[in-house]
């Protein structure tokens, strides 16, 4: 089945840093999410983003679809940026079943 | 707004007992689908509805059934609850189309005594 691998596994900023997570799939998705879990555990959406860029406020995501990655960009970073994130991908066969990555764990300190 | 809400927040049962762990959102999405997350091992599909009482096993179903009565409801049920079984549970749902965006719950942290 489709491989996922994030990187960083961990990451540590100070607020107002900028920082990139990566996220390598292993094969064509019709679907790439990036997810953030908060503190409680709740998935919250960030992206869905097969393929391009977007933008949302201080985050933005980029997909390279046919070199099968994306990337996630976190600009001036703040303490409520902490938590796990995650990229999720589903492929062509089997467009119901998110794949999860190993998230990165990331911490921001004032 | 998509909303997935999950019964409960957190939840304790002791070894044997009957849990139901019930999903609902109010996005009229046809697939709904449930994970378990652990540590060390990520989030797991356990099983997924594509339509009103129709279901498919995802990668780890053994101990567990589910019930899909109403498209904005989605159950699962533990028959007879394990200690392997203590997790955080996370419901989501997602139209019926080639893109399949889920949209995740709260989650429902499990311990089974």
């Known amino acids: 089945g489709i491989q996922v691998e994030q990187s960083p596994p961990d990451l540590i900023l100070q607020e107002g840093a900028n920082s990139t997570l990566r996220c390598n799939f292993s094969?064509?998705?019709?679907?790439l999410q990036w997810f953030h879990q908060n503190p409680w555990g709740q998935l919250i959406n960030l992206f869905y983003i097969p393929s391009g860029t977007k933008q949302n406020g201080r985050l933005s995501a980029t997909t390279v679809a046919t070199e099968r990655y994306s990337l996630l960009y976190i600009s001036s970073s703040q303490t409520t940026d902490s938590g796990v994130y995650f990229c999720?991908?589903?492929?062509?066969?089997?467009?119901?079943?998110?794949?999860f990555g190993t998230g990165t764990l990331l911490a921001v300190q004032p | 707004d998509v909303k997935v809400t999950q019964s409960s927040r957190y939840l304790v049962k002791r070894t044997g007992e009957k849990v139901f762990l019930e999903c609902v959102q109010d996005m009229d999405h046809e697939n709904m689908f449930w994970y378990r997350q652990d540590p060390g091992l990520g989030l797991r599909l356990i099983y997924f509805?594509?339509?009103?009482?129709?279901?498919e096993k995802g990668d780890i179903p053994e101990g567990y059934s589910v019930s899909r009565e109403k498209k904005e409801r989605f159950s699962l049920i533990l028959e007879s609850a394990s200690t392997n079984q203590t997790s955080m549970y996370l419901c989501a749902s997602s139209l019926f189309n080639l893109y399949n965006e889920q949209f995740f719950g709260p989650g429902t942290r499990l311990t089974v005594l």
């Open positions: 509805s594509y339509d009103v009482k129709m279901k």
């Open positions: 094969d064509s998705v019709n679907n």
């Open positions: 999720a991908v589903a492929s062509r066969g089997a467009t119901n079943k998110l794949i």
